[in-house]
């Protein structure tokens, strides 16, 4: 893989995306899938607890490391209201 040099690959063991979640300062929309298997929900609500933000959380209950266009339509309609907002 590209820049798979012996650091990195020893560094990345540590990286938790929690640890940044507290930095997040604009609103999001969040979606995942209850069922996923390569980032478990548990670590997801975890970062997702971290955000002192505006968010909203969709979750797909019956996805796994997938999304249904469902998710996708709420996300593009949460980008369209918040960036056509006066």
């Known amino acids: 893989m590209y820049h798979n040099i012996k650091e990195k690959l ?4 540590y990286y938790d995306v929690v640890n940044f979640a507290r930095e997040i300062k604009v609103p ?3 979606t995942w ?3 996923d298997e390569t980032c478990p929900p548990t ?8 955000i ?9 209950l019956e996805t796994g490391h997938w999304t249904f266009p469902e998710q996708n339509i709420k996300m593009h309609n949460w980008l369209i209201e ?3 907002r006066k």
């Open 10 to 13: 020893e560094t990345i063991q």
């Open 28 to 30: 999001g929309f969040y």
């Open 33 to 35: 899938g209850f069922n």
């Open 43 to 50: 670590s997801m609500y975890a970062a997702y607890n971290m």
């Open 52 to 60: 002192n933000a505006p968010k909203i959380l969709h979750l797909a």
């Open 82 to 84: 918040n960036l056509t």
